[in-house]
């Protein structure tokens, strides 16, 4: 019997979806719970995932479209089924097609080589006199007696106002007195063999010199644990779908911890090594992009820096996030596989020294035990700012990322 | 007929009334359950006509001590409880009337009764049963008791309580108070106005015992110069209960005394109403000290979907504490992230002449923490605007931080304390230290002046005194 693909409410607020791009094709099998639809929420992109097993038998809604929630956009069924029932059900739906439907891809307004230096203003070190931080007078007074930077605390006063207990929490991880958690981060002045080589790369290629690593990471595993994830059971509707990034930030996170080397800020006369890791999360928005910062990331649950993800990308596409939420990360990463970039390079984030750039995952032929086998695939390039990282320490941090990421269990222990 | 609601509120007062309006607005189909007049025990008989009285009772001591100095003569005084009392009752109906149009105006549904929780989110009001989509919020409140264990049991007559108090035709001719925080005061303030003999009795050392010393103080002393006898670290060893009148032995530091009083008002606390509403079997459990027990985050009590607001949810026991859990609740229920109750910055107040209104830590809590701090203070004896009203009574007191200078907690004793402690309540909520209050220029000549002094003072750098 055939099934009916609605457009799902995958927000609290959707009242309507725009369908971005069907990811399974008429006359396609699919498998419930397979992603068959980007529906692109008054939030965030997000999947449409089929709800029943058969084949794909029809779109009714192109790519491109936007429908109002509960609207059917397509058929799930047995090969050859007659579902004209079904779809003259549709017929008065109130579909109104986006004049020329666009292509998904060039709903992204942000290609990779902007994944520039959008606010370097922004650096957390912007609570210089008269900045615009939002903080409490006596967050303010605790914060000068103590030598703390106001620019690197994360307000939870109204509006992300920085307020008596986030100067007081920040304290005990401020560098003087090593509280339980030990020193935010580690300042190391130059050595003179980094003061030259800072200097002549800085000459030959431009303020921030730049290098490249790519690594192509198989995804399998990956691809299975997730699978289990969003099949899970006791998963709580309000709960996010956990995504590939989620995993991918995750795993990022937890590869800076054994990589402090890469999750450091370039601070002109010293380094500032971060035993604290904070994530930038780069999120298209309408012209432009921003990187809201996943906070402690490497000490969050996959769930929670799914959920924590969702939530400011969403944010951040309504240009709702405090100054707060966008400063202060250490590492950035950029995805663009959900457009089918395959590999791209993408640019530094100062003053961090490294933002990842990660493809989509492609299946491929590779070599595996001597055979060729069809295995998913995901290239990531790193960045690096050479005055920070070297070649072999940059390596080291991809070949720890690849080795979680080939093996999920290992981010467990 | 039984009706499906998003959010059902057991109890129509100030916490679930509040709560209810802050569901329809979040677009939440809400009901309140109350068995009688909306409004609860703050706007019927608590703190709405006990102000209406106050006033009268301001008026009165005006009139009668200072009329003739401000140039006013008045002949014969003549004072009477009864029309004060019946003016004080159509300021509560006016008030409840106007929370029945706010449930209207919000299109909450009231449900006359008295509602018994059901498991699984339900409310049973006589013999139908009620179901909450999402949420059940229990905001039953609190009522006056006796002292039954030395022969003080609420009889209504000579042993009465504030319920009486608030309908008595006339002042009696003698009254004593038992207990003297903010509703032993406001009696013995409005009944000694009256012409009544009142004996105010406090087990604790001194009156306003939650207060600062230095208000219990003032208060006693104000209280004193009006012939209102106060006998605080006083306990009451036994009563005998007559027809006419009560008979109280007081053993106050050793000493032991007979006070006949016409009435006896029961002012020492309040017990919540949580029994024959079916808390139990709804999973629904309390705390040792009686109160519902709840997660502090969230308000939610050991039943999944039912909350609890209010008296019944703890202390402190306060109308406004009550009605900003009702908002609190309202939003969680509705899925929002409301930021937390600051439970250190609730204002309290005492509606007495002069009135006592304190915010945050008193001096005696600052000592037990262990803070370092300084007090600044500033008389209304040396304030224009006090003098002006021949009113000069009380104090501004500001407790600072000695180190970043934050306003761990004030309290203002004066006529129209009520009003002006809500510059250091805000300033206290935006954590704004003594500097920024002073930074802020008063108006002059205002009462308000004198919280700017005391701030001043605390850093050693008071003008007028």
């Known amino acids: ?363 491929k032929p590779v070599v595996v035990d001597g055979a060729t086998a069809i295995r998913r695939r995901m290239r990531v390039t790193l960045s690096c700012d050479h005055r920070v990282i070297d070649g072999a320490t940059g390596a080291q941090f991809l070949r720890t990322l690849k080795g979680m990421l080939e093996n999920p269990l290992t981010m467990v222990y | 007929m039984a009706s499906q609601f998003d959010v059902i509120v057991l109890g129509g007062g100030p916490a679930g009334y509040v709560c209810a309006i802050r569901c329809a607005q979040l677009g939440l189909k809400a009901a309140v359950v109350e068995k009688d007049k909306l409004g609860g025990v703050c706007v019927n008989i608590g703190c709405i006509p006990t102000k209406a009285l106050l006033h009268s009772a301001l008026i009165a001591n005006i009139v009668t001590h200072d009329a003739k100095d401000l140039g006013i003569e008045t002949g014969t005084v003549s004072l009477d409880y009864g029309t004060a009392m019946r003016r004080s009752r159509k300021v509560s109906e006016q008030n409840s009337k106007g929370v029945e149009f706010l449930m209207k105006k919000h299109k909450v ?33 609190s009522r006056v008791k006796g002292l039954p264990q030395v022969g003080l049991e609420l009889n209504g007559t000579t042993v009465i309580s504030s319920d009486e108090a608030l309908f008595l035709e006339k002042a009696p001719a003698s009254i004593a108070i038992v207990g003297a925080g903010a509703v032993g005061c406001e009696f013995a303030d409005i009944f000694n106005a009256f012409g009544s003999k009142v004996t105010l009795i406090e087990a604790l050392p001194r ?84 109160f519902v027990k709840v997660t502090p985050a969230t308000l939610e009590t050991t039943a999944p979907g039912v909350y609890c607001i209010g008296d019944v949810a703890g202390p402190p026991m306060l109308a406004h504490k009550g009605s900003r859990e009702g908002v609190y609740v309202a939003e969680i229920i509705a899925g929002h992230k409301p930021m937390p109750i600051k439970y250190d910055n609730i204002p309290s107040v005492t509606y ?37 009203a021949g009113d000069t009574e009380g104090f501004v007191k500001i407790i600072r931080g000695k180190k970043y200078g934050e306003i761990l907690g004030a309290i203002i004793v004066g006529g129209h304390a009520s009003e002006i402690i809500h510059e250091l309540t805000v300033a206290r909520e935006n954590e704004y230290t003594v500097e920024e209050v002073d930074l802020a220029v008063h108006a002059h000549p205002t009462l308000s002046e004198a919280i700017a002094e005391a701030a001043l003072d605390s850093m050693g750098r008071v003008i007028h005194t």
């Open chain 2, 109 to 141: 549904t009231v449900v006359r009764g008295t509602g018994v929780l059901q498991p699984g989110k339900r409310v049973k009001v006589g013999n139908e049963v009620h179901t909450a989509a999402k949420a059940v919020v229990i905001a039953t409140g």
């Open chain 2, 207 to 290: 009156i306003v015992p939650l207060e600062d010393a230095e208000a219990s103080d003032a208060l006693t002393k104000s209280y004193r110069k009006r012939k209102i006898d106060v006998l605080a670290g006083a306990t009451v060893k036994k009563a005998t209960v007559k027809k006419s009148g009560v008979t109280l032995e007081v053993e106050s530091g050793g000493e032991k005394r007979t006070v006949e009083a016409e009435k006896v008002l029961m002012a020492a606390g309040r017990a919540v109403n949580t029994e024959e509403m079916g808390f139990k079997e709804a999973g629904v459990q309390l705390t040792d000290r009686g």
């Open chain 1, 1 to 363: 019997m055939a099934t009916k693909i609605v457009m799902e409410a995958l927000s609290p607020t959707m009242e309507e979806g725009r369908l971005v791009e069907w990811k399974k094709q008429e006359g396609e099998p699919v498998a419930t719970g397979d992603v068959i639809a980007e529906v692109e929420t008054d939030k965030a992109v997000m999947e449409l995932v089929a709800r029943a097993d058969g084949t794909l038998l029809k779109h009714v809604v192109a790519a491109g479209t936007t429908v109002p929630v509960s609207q059917l956009v397509g058929v799930i069924g047995e090969p050859g089924e007659d579902v004209s029932s079904l779809l003259a059900g549709s017929a008065n739906g109130k579909a109104k097609a986006e004049a020329p439907a666009p292509p998904a891809v060039a709903a992204a307004p942000a290609p990779a080589a902007s994944v520039a230096t959008p606010k370097p203003v922004l650096a957390p070190t912007a609570a210089a006199p008269g900045g615009r931080i939002k903080a409490s007078p006596l967050a303010r007074k605790i914060a000068r007696d103590r030598g703390l930077d106001l620019g690197a605390i994360r307000g939870s006063g109204p509006e992300g106002r920085i307020i008596q207990r986030d100067v007081e929490g920040a304290a005990v991880q401020s560098p003087e007195p090593a509280g339980p958690g030990g020193p935010a981060f580690r300042d190391v002045p130059l050595s003179q063999i980094r003061k030259t080589i800072a200097k002549r790369l800085a000459q030959s290629i431009g303020p921030i010199p730049t290098f490249y690593l790519t690594s192509e990471i198989d995804m399998e595993r990956t691809w299975d644990a997730r699978e289990t994830l969003v099949a899970g059971k006791d998963r709580s509707p309000d709960e996010p779908r956990i995504s590939y990034n989620d995993i991918i930030l995750k795993a990022v996170a937890l590869s800076l911890r054994q990589h402090p080397d890469c999750n450091a800020w370039w601070q002109d006369d010293r380094i500032r090594y971060w035993n604290e890791v904070h994530l930038s999360m780069a999120v298209a928005v309408e012209d432009g992009l921003i990187t809201p910062v996943i906070r402690l990331a490497d000490r969050k649950s996959l769930r929670e820096i799914a959920r924590e993800a969702r939530e400011l990308a969403g944010r951040a596409r309504e240009r709702r996030l405090t100054p707060a939420e966008y400063t202060g990360g250490t590492f950035s990463v950029s995805n663009l596989g959900m457009f089918d970039i395959d590999q791209f390079t993408a640019v530094i984030n100062p003053p961090e020294a490294g933002i990842l750039a990660v493809g989509g995952i492609t299946p």
């Open chain 2, 352 to 388: 007495c002449h002069p009135e006592v209104a304190s915010i945050g830590l008193t001096e005696e809590q600052c000592k037990e923490q262990k803070l370092e701090y300084q007090v600044g203070r500033f008389p209304f004896s040396a304030n224009g605007r006090a003098r002006t």
